[in-house]
């Protein structure tokens, strides 16, 4: 009964290669998101759903392509891998409303990552 | 522009000491947010607290409390009497309040080790 959750944890691959990671959560969230973390362990927002839609896309290389089948699921697909995307990739999701004018937003859950090494 | 500054990279203590995280924010949005997630060596990113804008007051949790200064941008993270199982990397984050632009922005995180 995990809230979200990723797979795979691992993900080992050669430069150049295609692979996704895939998301899915069980909170009845309405936005989904992806987050990278660096060797630095610094955490950035990378894109976020509502809904299936695409919302925010924070000027990632468009060989990162997020694909969203339904509001449970966020998959994440990377062509032509380099190695510096060599991360560990985090998805998470909200709940959103709006109360009047004012928007509300529930805390981000976050899945267990999944650490990508390109070789 | 957000930003979040968390200025000790490190922190190693001994068990039952107490450990204080510091953490400045800037931000140029009335309506946001504050938040702590902790990350132990397992990985994963758990959420601790939120605290928006318009309530300052502090709060305890356990051994967890928090200071929440509007007037020097802080949010403080207190660890009372700290154990080995809260050794892990602690990242405070901001967001603002507008929906479906949700995004947090994170410190760069502080490291914990409590030796035993």
């Known amino acids: 009964d995990t809230a979200v959750s990723q797979t795979p944890k691992y993900l080992v691959t050669q430069m150049g290669n295609d692979k996704s990671i895939k998301c899915e959560q069980n909170?009845?969230?309405?936005?989904m998101y992806w987050y990278k973390q660096d060797s630095k362990k610094f955490l950035k927002i990378m894109f976020s759903y509502n809904n299936k839609e695409l919302i925010i896309n924070e000027t990632v290389p468009n060989r990162f392509s997020p694909k969203s089948p339904d509001k449970a699921h966020l998959n994440l697909h990377i062509n032509s891998l380099e190695l510096g995307d060599s991360a560990v990739y985090f998805c998470a999701s909200s709940q959103d409303s709006m109360s009047g004018q004012i928007a509300y937003n529930s805390p981000l859950h976050f899945g267990n990552g999944t650490r990508l090494t390109v070789t | 522009a957000q930003k979040v500054t968390q200025a000790q990279t490190e922190i190693s203590v001994v068990e039952k000491e107490d450990v204080t995280l510091d953490c400045v924010y800037e931000t140029r949005d009335t309506t946001y947010y504050l938040f702590w997630y902790k990350q132990p060596p397992s990985g994963e990113l758990v959420f601790l607290i939120r605290r928006n804008s318009f309530d300052e007051q502090n709060e305890i949790s356990g051994r967890y409390s928090w200071n929440f200064q509007k007037s020097t941008s802080s949010f403080n993270f207190t660890i009372t009497a700290s154990q080995v199982v809260d050794s892990a990397v602690y990242f405070c984050a901001l967001s603002d309040s507008n929906l479906y632009d949700y995004k947090l922005s994170f410190g760069a995180g502080t490291t914990v080790t409590v030796r035993a």
């Open positions: 909170l009845g969230h309405d936005t």
